[in-house]
């Protein structure tokens, strides 16, 4: 049997770091990564037959559990029918319909390859449509990898601890403007400061790349009223939020209309799927309709959309986002619980499918800082003694963590009972 060991071993010879998205290589944890062989459901294998549940789901799509039967049914109906043609399918437009009809404030939508390539369009779309240079992001929310948004960046970014990449131009980095999240005050100061010069605000409406941070009352409220109030497009980053913070995503839960959304993870149902769409007047300016070029030679492949379009229908079923969240609280609560009675500091954030644990005894966190301050050390050692007992947990203390609908009673129940022992070890 080849251990994940060796095979990290092999992996860095010929790939940088042994892995192809950094958070993989589990830097900063305790232990080299494990190498995963096949998943089910609520579970991952790795290649020594050990199993885990599982609450990171591919980073967000398998919001109904891996290798869904009917995802997989529906890849395989098209498959022999080509991989992909590079001219239109209807398959697209069955897509663009089913976003534009969860999602109201989408009129139109174009599909892409990745989140990343969402973010990154529809950056260029806002400075298109405007007219204007500058953005408006905050501190710790990630939003891909694009030169303009690695700027004090969340995710991989931070675990990694180089917030912003070297090789961003310093002329580009400067027409990114980082705030403080959930700081009402400094989004107004810098409206009142340059607000005519910014195209556009970018935000997670729940943050999931410094770990899970909600948004405070107001915050969404107010991006929404400076952007109107100063003609700058409100972009909501749902790449992670999306059909998983409510069906509507964060938009529907929170009850706010960005003018664009760029969306990923869930969409594609696990195969590699972005998507960004909005108000008609916006995504009018895209190529070939308006000037703002953009375009893919894979985009809106129909396998990828067979597989996003079957999940799409499942998370759509009545009841589905309230059982997910139910499932969420059970899990916290018995984490709060059980931390409170070791004599762990420990809290957790939610928002609908996904959450986030922190090491701290602080009672909330609300920004990046805040999140900083938390016990690394702390988060290190509770995700060790899990994988150890087969729960497996982000490797980062700054990432969220996800629910599926395949997570049963008992799983969630055999998580708590192995973070009583984590807690416990913890303490001595
Ligand atoms: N935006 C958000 C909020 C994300 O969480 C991510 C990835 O985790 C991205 C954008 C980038 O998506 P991708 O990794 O598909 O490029």
């Known amino acids: 049997m080849t251990t994940s ?50 609450y990171v789901g591919s980073w967000g799509p398998m919001i109904t559990g891996h290798a869904d039967p009917e995802v997989l049914n529906a890849v395989r109906e098209r498959l022999d029918s080509g991989l992909s043609f590079g001219t239109p399918t209807a398959i697209e437009t069955t897509m663009a319909d089913l976003i534009c009809e969860i999602l109201p404030s989408i009129d139109m939508v174009r599909m892409v390859n990745s989140g990343t390539e969402a973010t990154m369009s529809a950056i260029r779309l806002a400075r298109g449509y405007t007219g204007r240079d500058k953005i408006v992001k905050f501190e710790g929310n990630y939003h891909g990898h694009s030169d303009s948004l690695l700027v004090k960046a969340g995710s991989g970014a931070l675990t990694h601890g180089e917030p912003s990449s070297p090789g961003v131009p310093a002329s580009l980095a400067e027409h990114t403007i980082t705030l403080s999240y959930n700081d009402i005050e400094a989004v107004h100061e810098c409206f009142e400061a340059m607000g005519e010069q910014i195209a556009c605000i970018i935000v997670e409406p729940v943050a999931g790349n410094m770990n899970c941070i909600p948004p405070q009352p107001g915050f969404l409220e107010a991006l929404r009223e400076v952007c109107d109030s100063h003609g700058s497009v409100l972009i909501f980053d749902e790449v992670m939020t999306g059909f998983r913070v409510a069906l509507g995503g964060a938009q529907a839960h929170y009850g706010i209309t960005p003018d664009l ?81 070791a004599g ?11 959450f ?23 988060f290190r050692d509770f995700f060790s003694h899990m994988l150890e007992s087969g729960v497996y947990l982000a490797p980062s203390a700054f990432e969220a963590g996800f629910m599926s609908s395949a997570h049963t009673h008992d799983h969630i129940q055999t998580t708590l009972m192995a973070s009583e022992r984590a807690f416990a070890a913890m303490r001595q």
Do not use: W
Not at 275 to 286: C, P
Not at 347 to 354: F, H, L, S
Not at 364 to 378: E, I, K, P, S
């Open 261 to 341: 959304t760029c969306l990923g993870k869930i969409v594609g149902g696990g195969m590699p799927v972005g998507a960004f769409g909005g108000k008609r007047d916006i995504m009018e300016q895209i190529s070939p309709l308006g000037p703002v070029y953009q375009a893919g030679t894979l985009s809106g492949n129909p396998l990828a959309m067979a597989a996003g379009i079957t999940l799409l229908e499942k998370v759509r079923q009545p009841g589905f986002h309230e059982a997910l969240s139910t499932r969420v609280e059970t899990l916290c609560d018995g984490l709060e619980t059980r931390a409170r009675d």
């Open 356 to 378: 986030g644990l922190f090491f701290t005894a602080q009672q909330r966190v609300d920004n990046f800082g805040q999140t900083m301050a938390c016990d690394a050390q702390a």
């Open 344 to 354: 762990i500091e420990m809290i957790t954030q939610r928002a609908g499918g996904m």
């Open 5 to 54: 060991a060796e095979l990290f071993e092999r992996a860095c010879r010929h790939i940088p770091g042994g892995v192809n998205s950094p958070v993989r290589a589990f830097k900063g944890m305790s232990q080299p990564p494990v190498f995963i062989e096949r998943a089910q459901g609520a579970y991952l294998f790795d290649v020594e037959g050990k199993r885990y549940i599982d």
